[in-house]
């Protein structure tokens, strides 16, 4: 097992790898804050503050499982890792992924919503208490040619649609691809955090985290819009800190370097390099784009990276030398960024409407798709395209239905409670007979057969203490992997604060889950402690670490049945409902 990366060798007194601040020097008022953790030392090697090594495995680690360091084996972990865990997240994700055969919770939307986008380029109106029909008729189900109103933008029903294109209109059609980007996203987590940890071991442990998540786990097999949003945001995260690295990597190697082979800051270097192409950052462009696609907030995404990409642009100028960071940056790096991710995020979101605007037959086309068409404008609004002007108005037709959107819910919840699962979504709830539908023929009364959307609770309530310190860490230690996952969490989380009358629910804050375990694995990194420290303290953090993780794994195994619908005694289930609200 590996822990925190240990500190680079050039320098004893050195931060460990990926640790270091961007900041190379000290206020006046930064020393004050030492007494609460403060810290500002620079490490001499500015190579080693731009590009940082990963931290090598224990050698007993290696000894033990009898590898040697040089092996192809030792350097495939940080991949093969990786893929483990997924395969893990997957097998749970796929198991019996058509259970329960019926249309749960908005699945009524958004799964025929998906098929009649494969059928007809556009959502259209079903007849009132179908979802019996459709599970009956399956891909033989009559598609009509009445558009509906709908209040999403249409990627996310095409990922949908692609699984229903693979396997039909059932259960495990509707459901495929959304699995499949759950199993992708725990994947990602663990390699975007080994790249930003510096080790394989906190990697790979925050993907275990969100694969043993019971909310990102009964939402990995539900066809709803909120697990796509999920991974195309994590997607765009993932590619800015590639992006990060090898920004840093390309600064890194233009700096000279002294006779003991040490890089040392150019202040000339520094404000006139130009970085070159950075083809990962029109990758998050696009992300953002299906993102903002798939829901309207992940726009709010696009604003939030887009600033935290140019922050960390400042960053590395400023490691590298640069007298006037935020100067530099403003000539050389902020057009290049917002071009090759806000237009690109406009244009991806255009294309994924092709079928709307493709679709102008009469009788045969979406909802508004000939507004422009049937209401000229003699004014300035006559100069854009008729489609512009269709889907424009469509647009404002959809923001306000989201702003004025108070219809009570038994399920809606105020955002403030989303970290202490205060109030969690039943999606499915059915009372099998003793000896019927799996409930155990001994069972004294009814079972009770379940899906409800509940992240594991010892997973969520630790990762409250763990976005204490992440702030912690970032405000007193400057350290930009804490403040990456502050911002991230921040923008799935903070706007929703300012809807405190809107019909709201837990499950929209699957958005945020990958950042409250990269943000755990973090705190985890620091129980167990970096590498240097006493064998006492290793003990005793590796100890604590353990059965943390092991208690929330747990807990996941314990509320199992109630994220898979697998019938348990009545008795059982209320065991489960730890409080009133969970009912």
């Not at 394989?200 to 796509?228: E, I």
């Not at 001994?442 to 630790?462: H, M, N, Q, Y």
């Not at 990269?518 to 604590?544: C, K, T, W, Y």
């Amino acid at each position: 097992m590996t822990s925190a990366p240990s500190p680079p060798t050039r320098d004893s007194t050195a931060r460990p790898p990926g640790d270091a601040p961007d900041e190379p020097q000290t206020r006046d008022w930064l020393p004050r804050l030492r007494r609460f953790g403060y810290t500002a030392r620079p490490v001499d090697d500015v190579g080693l503050r731009l590009d940082p090594p990963y931290a090598e495995p224990n050698p007993r680690l290696w000894a033990l499982l009898r590898v040697h360091p040089a092996s192809r084996a030792a350097r495939s972990v940080g991949w093969g890792g990786p893929l483990l865990v997924a395969l893990f997240a997957g097998i749970l994700r796929f198991w019996q992924l058509g259970k329960p055969n019926a249309v749960i919770f908005d699945e009524t939307y958004y799964a025929k919503d998906a098929w009649a986008l494969l059928k007809r380029g556009y959502e259209v109106r079903w007849p009132e208490k179908y979802n019996d029909t459709v599970i009956d008729l399956g891909s033989n189900v009559p598609v009509g040619h009445d558009p509906s109103y709908v209040v999403h933008p249409p990627m996310g029903k095409w990922v949908i649609a692609a699984g229903e294109w693979l396997f039909g209109l059932t259960p495990f059609g509707w459901r495929f691809m959304v699995a499949l980007l759950g199993t992708l996203s725990v994947l990602m987590v663990c390699r975007v955090g080994r790249r930003m940890f510096r080790s394989t071991f906190l990697g790979c442990l925050a993907g275990l985290l969100l694969a043993v998540d019971g909310l990102h786990f009964v939402m990995s097999r539900t066809a709803l819009l909120d697990l796509p949003l999920m991974f195309f945001v994590l997607a765009a995260f993932c590619a800015l800190v590639i992006d990060r690295d090898k920004a840093r990597a390309r600064l890194a190697a233009a700096l000279p370097m002294d006779d003991e082979g040490v890089v040392r800051p150019d202040a000339s270097i520094a404000e006139t390099l130009r970085l070159g192409r950075r083809p990962w950052r029109i990758v998050a462009g696009v992300a953002l784009g299906l993102a903002f696609a798939t829901k309207w907030n992940g726009g709010i995404f696009l604003a939030a990276f887009g600033l935290m990409t140019v922050l960390w642009d400042v960053g590395a100028r400023r490691t590298a030398g640069a007298r006037r960071p935020y100067l530099t940056v403003l000539k050389r790096d902020v057009l290049p960024a917002f071009v090759s991710t806000v237009p690109v995020a406009v244009v991806t979101y255009l294309a994924t409407w092709t079928g709307w605007l493709l679709n102008t037959a009469p009788g045969d086309r979406g909802y508004l798709r000939e507004w422009g068409a049937d209401h000229p404008s003699s004014g300035v609004g006559g100069l854009l395209p008729d489609w512009w002007r269709s889907l424009w108005h469509y647009s404002h037709q959809v923001w306000e239905f989201h702003v004025g959107l108070t219809t009570p819910h038994d399920y809606e919840s105020n955002p403030w409670s989303w970290l202490v699962l205060g109030r969690p979504v039943s999606y499915y709830y059915e009372s099998p007979a003793p000896g019927a539908e799996g409930c155990p023929a001994d069972a004294r009364e009814k079972c009770a057969s379940e899906v409800l959307a509940l992240g594991t609770p010892l997973l969520w309530w630790a990762a409250c203490f763990a976005i204490l310190y992440v702030l912690w860490r970032w405000f007193f230690r400057r350290d930009w992997r804490a403040g990456a996952i502050a911002a991230a969490f921040a923008a799935g989380f903070v706007p929703w604060l300012n809807y405190q009358e809107r019909t709201i629910f837990l499950f929209y804050a699957v958005v945020f889950i990958p950042y409250l375990c990269l943000g755990l694995a973090m705190m985890i990194g620091a129980m167990i402690g970096r590498a240097g420290s006493s064998e006492r303290r290793r003990v005793v953090g590796v100890v604590g670490a353990g059965v943390l993780v092991l208690l929330i794994i747990w807990n996941f195994i314990y509320f199992w049945p109630l994220y898979t619908a697998h019938p348990i005694p009545v008795d059982s289930w209320r065991a489960r409902m730890w409080f009133d609200t969970w009912v």
